[in-house]
Each structure stands twice: as structure tokens, then as C-alpha cells.
């Protein structure tokens, strides 16, 4: 599945939901479903700075793809990781560095993309790109 | 008969002070706005914003300098809210207010300007375990540049401060004491006219970060004899942007400016500048005049109601919502002083701080979550952070109802 069908999955999902307390409890729901990050990784290192909730995330490049791995120690925190985990995993640096994401917008977690909030959503993916940038880098 | 309902027996009419509050009455994620994050800013009465608004329609002109009709009115007005700022901290002189941009400059100038003149290396400072970082970050800076030491007074369990301990640290090497009149996160009222005693028995000065006591209790600076008195007007109901610095006048007249330029001198040639007298030496460029103007406006709301009045009312909000939040399990309060302002904060078993936030934003109701700048405190208590409600005059007991409801809500979606 390309990002952009993942993205679109993920929108769709969100469409079935009437109001904030679905899609809250969905988030959480996804948070705690959301494999856990070795606890190896969970090492000051990986924490993504600027961001209330502290989130780990650790990335891995298997056959020219990057498999992320990811934690939040707050729940929806964690759910909006999951999202992005689902959603850029398993793919090649390239392809996450051209990676639009305009699914936080259409399933209503703009909100959380605001550099004042300080869930640290931005940062995520921001350290997501710079991860696929480096193995790039690398060749 | 109707209007004396409203009124508390601590003598606020809430439902005519809400009135005066025009954002009060607006929508957050279409629930009324349940507005708790006092401590961070509060909001403005319709008189401030009207004096904002009245001094770009009407006043608009700089201050000091000129010559024509509207400068000289306005440079009236200006030094008449210095007037009102001077009356309403009961300072001696009107040239003991410095108009600063908030509490954080306030701090910066004195740790700097006093810094220069009085600290060398091996002196020493003291803070408190329960400082914000505004009011620790100047002193661990000067310290650093002249090679003094930062010392700590502790805090107990319960959020006050250890008086002994204080009482030991203090010596002939200590230079200035800086301490928080309300804690931020903890609503810990100090006993700074006993430190003040203690520190001056010893003739050392003491700086007051006021930003959280001014806006809930008189302060009168005489009658603590601080040295240095600091606040903010955005937390006093007043705009953003503007602040004041109380300094006995024998102090700030030995302090060497801290920003310079135009404004702050008398004479100036390429050899020699001679600065002006306090307070003008320490407020270059053009002020943040309508700051000026709107804190003052400010000021005289609040005594319009009473500081004693909202004191009394804060109370009362203050013990419902605390017994309120220890009904629910899991929930601990973090800061437990005997002394306390209308400040809670709290932590509940398992969930963070940041999603119980989360929630009750969708419900309308706007606390803070995190470390308050007070990461030293939050390491004490080994959290990550907190969630803090602070509350105003503006706010009720029905409204803390729905806060408790709401957290309910969210601890059972998050658990």
C-alpha cells in the first residue's frame, strides 16, 4: 500500500465517527495498540525534543526501507504516533521525505499540527524526514 | 431584590463581574469556555479593553518629549498610571515604579544591574526550590558570569518552604534573596515578610517575584519592606506587554542602567553620557504606553471590587474545588501548604497530564498541563508535569462543578 492509500484508509476510518469523543477514543484505542519500542531505544537519545509528553521514536532501514518503532508515555500522544507509524512505515527514504500527510488535516487533528501545541506532532515528523534524510544521505 | 442574589456573602456580584468580561461568554469546541488557566494570564474587563482602545482613537502620541498638546496629555496620563501602580503597592515614591515589559524583565534588570555593581566571585544568591525558571535563570546566569553560587531554600513534602533551612543559608557572603511570593504550580503563599526580616537582620536585599500575588491579595510593599517588588500586568487583568519593578528608591538610585538608548539620559556627548534619574534611566525607548494606561485602568477595576472581597471569594473556590478533586480516586494533589492561592495542581495515578488536558480542551475548559517553568519542582516531586487550574474572581463554583465532571469523563476514557 502506497502512503497515499494508507492516508486515505485512515481518512475513511475517521469519516465514520460523529463527534470528538469517537475519535479521542479511537485514538486511545490505537495508543494502546500500538507496538511497543523495544526498551532498548527508550533512551534519552531518542526523545523528540519540544514536546510536553515525551515521545521515543527509533528507525531501522531493512531492505531499502525504514521500519519505525515509537512511544509515548501519554495515550493520545501515542495514538497520533501510531497513526503516523502506520502511515510512513515500510518505506523507502524517498518516498517519506515526499510524503505530503494531508490526512492529519482531513480526519481533524490540525489542532495538534500547531508549533504552540505542544504535543510535539511536528516534531515527529519532522524527526521521521531528517531519519529518512540520513539513510539517504547514507546511500 | 433581584440583583442582591447575586451577590456571594464574600461580597462579589459574579453574575455583574462576568458581564464585565465580554470573552467569557464565547464558544471553545462548542461548549462554554470554562476558563482556568489564571496563572498562565487571565483575561480583560471591558475597561481595560476600552482604555486600549480610547488611548489609539484619542491619545495616540509619545510620551516625555514633545511639545505639542497630546504629548503633554498623554505623558499625564502615562505618569498618572505610575501614580496608580505607586498607590496600589503603597510605595513611597512614584519614581520607585519602573515600567518594565513583565516580571521576567523586572528580574532580569535587577539580577543584572544589582548583579554588576554588588556580586563578584565567591558571593553568593539564594532562591527557592519553588521558583519559575524567570526567577531562577538571571541568577544562575550572574552566578556564572562572576563565578558566585546559587543557593537553594528546600521545600518540604507539602509544598512550604523549610524556614530553618533558609535561616542557615543566609551569611555575609549572601548578596540578594529572590523568592516567590505565590508559587506558580504549588499556590504556596510564602512568608516573604519573615524572609524579608531574616535576610535584612543581616542587611541583605530580597527581590519579590509577585507575579501570582498581585493579582489575588493587597500587597503593600512598605509594610513587607521589600527591596525589590516584581508583577505583570497581563495576570492582573491587565494587556500583555507591560510590567512593573518596585524598587526602594535608595537601591534603584545605586543601580547602573540596564538598557539603554533614548529616554534614559540627560546628557549625552561621544565622551561622556550622564543618565537620567530613576525611574526614566531604567525605561528606554518609547514605552509600551497603552500597556501603561490599560494596567492602570486594570488596577482600578480590581479595587473597584475589593482585593480583600476577591481574596475572601478565591478562598471559597479554592477549598470546593479541593474538595471536590479529593473525592476522585486517583487523584493527587501536588501542593499542599497550609497557606495557599486559588492554585491547584494535580496529577492522577497512571494518566498524563497532557491527555487529561487534551480532554477537557474538547469540553471547553482550558487548564494547564506540563512543568509551569518549574522543572526543578516537578524533579521534587518526581512528575513530568501537572495539571494545574488556577482560578479568578470570574470564575464559580458551578464551573467547577463541570471542571470535575469533565475530569471524570476524561480519567474514565483515558484509564
Not at chain 1, 38 to 67: A, F, M, N, P
Not at chain 1, 99 to 128: C, D, W
Not at chain 2, 50 to 75: C, F, L, P
Not at chain 2, 210 to 222: E, K, R, T, Y
Request: net charge negative.
Amino acid at each position: 500500500m502506497t502512503i497515499e492509500e494508507t492516508e486515505k484508509e485512515i481518512t475513511e476510518e475517521f469519516e465514520m465517527f460523529d463527534d470528538w469523543m469517537q475519535k479521542y477514543e479511537y485514538l486511545i484505542d490505537l495508543g494502546k495498540s500500538l507496538p511497543v519500542i523495544s526498551e532498548e531505544y527508550k533512551t534519552d537519545d531518542k526523545i523528540i525534543k519540544g514536546c510536553q509528553s515525551r515521545v521515543w521514536l527509533h528507525s531501522e532501514l531493512k531492505d531499502g526501507k525504514i521500519v519505525y518503532t515509537a512511544d509515548s508515555d501519554a495515550i493520545i500522544t501515542k495514538g497520533m504516533v501510531a497513526l503516523m507509524v502506520r502511515v510512513l512505515s515500510g518505506h523507502t527514504p524517498d518516498e517519506i521525505m515526499n510524503a505530503k500527510l494531508g490526512f492529519v488535516e482531513k480526519i481533524g487533528l490540525t489542532q495538534h499540527l500547531s508549533p504552540t501545541r505542544s504535543n510535539g506532532l511536528l516534531s515527529m515528523i519532522k524527526q521521521m524526514k531528517l531519519d529518512a534524510l540520513a539513510y539517504k544521505a547514507r546511500g | 431584590m433581584t440583583e442582591a442574589k447575586t451577590i456571594d456573602k464574600t461580597g462579589i456580584d459574579i453574575q455583574k463581574i462576568r458581564a464585565d468580561f465580554p470573552i467569557l461568554s464565547r464558544k471553545v469546541n462548542g461548549k462554554p469556555l470554562i476558563y482556568f488557566d489564571n496563572g498562565a494570564t487571565a483575561q480583560k474587563p471591558l475597561s481595560v479593553i476600552n482604555a486600549i482602545d480610547h488611548y489609539y482613537r484619542e491619545q495616540n502620541a509619545n510620551i516625555h518629549r514633545g511639545v505639542h498638546t497630546m504629548s503633554q496629555e498623554i505623558t499625564v496620563a502615562y505618569e498618572n498610571a505610575r501614580a496608580t501602580v505607586q498607590k496600589h503597592l503603597n510605595a513611597k515614591h512614584a519614581a520607585e515604579i519602573v515600567f518594565t515589559s513583565g516580571t521576567t524583565e523586572s528580574i532580569n534588570l535587577v539580577a543584572h544591574s544589582f548583579g554588576k555593581k554588588f556580586v563578584s566571585a565567591g558571593d553568593e544568591v539564594i532562591v527557592t526550590a519553588m521558583e519559575h525558571h524567570s526567577n531562577i535563570l538571571p541568577w544562575q546566569q550572574l552566578c556564572e558570569e562572576k563565578g558566585a553560587i546559587l543557593k537553594v531554600v528546600p521545600i518540604n513534602d507539602a509544598g512550604e518552604l523549610i524556614m530553618e533551612e533558609y535561616k542557615k543559608l543566609l551569611n555575609a557572603k549572601t548578596k540578594i534573596v529572590a523568592v516567590t511570593h505565590i508559587s506558580n504550580t504549588l499556590g504556596t503563599v510564602n512568608p516573604v515578610k519573615e524572609i524579608i526580616a531574616l535576610a535584612h537582620a543581616q542587611n541583605i536585599p530580597v527581590l519579590v517575584d509577585g507575579a501570582q500575588s498581585v493579582p489575588h491579595m493587597a500587597v503593600d510593599v512598605q509594610e513587607l519592606d521589600a527591596d525589590f517588588y516584581c508583577f505583570s500586568g497581563h495576570k492582573l487583568f491587565g494587556p500583555t506587554g507591560v510590567g512593573i519593578l518596585y524598587g526602594k528608591e535608595k537601591w534603584l538610585n545605586e543601580l547602573p542602567p540596564y538598557k539603554v538608548g533614548g529616554g534614559t539620559i540627560k546628557t549625552v556627548s561621544f565622551e561622556k553620557t550622564e543618565y537620567a534619574d530613576v525611574p526614566l534611566r531604567f525605561e528606554a525607548g518609547t514605552p509600551h504606553i497603552e500597556g501603561g494606561i490599560g494596567l492602570a485602568a486594570a488596577i482600578d477595576y480590581v479595587n473597584a471590587i475589593g482585593l480583600d472581597h476577591i481574596a475572601a471569594y478565591e478562598q471559597e473556590l479554592l477549598t470546593h474545588a479541593t474538595e471536590q478533586l479529593q473525592k476522585i480516586a486517583g487523584v493527587k494533589i501536588i501542593g499542599t501548604a497550609k497557606n495557599k492561592a486559588s492554585v491547584i495542581s494535580f496529577v492522577v495515578e497512571g494518566i498524563h497530564a497532557f491527555d487529561l488536558g487534551t480532554i477537557l480542551d474538547q469540553l471547553g475548559i482550558a487548564v494547564r498541563t506540563g512543568h509551569h517553568c518549574t522543572q526543578p519542582l516537578m524533579a521534587h516531586y518526581c512528575v513530568q508535569g501537572t495539571v494545574r487550574a488556577a482560578f479568578a474572581f470570574y470564575n464559580t463554583k458551578e464551573e467547577i462543578d463541570e471542571f470535575i465532571k469533565g475530569l471524570e469523563r476524561a480519567i474514565n476514557m483515558l484509564k
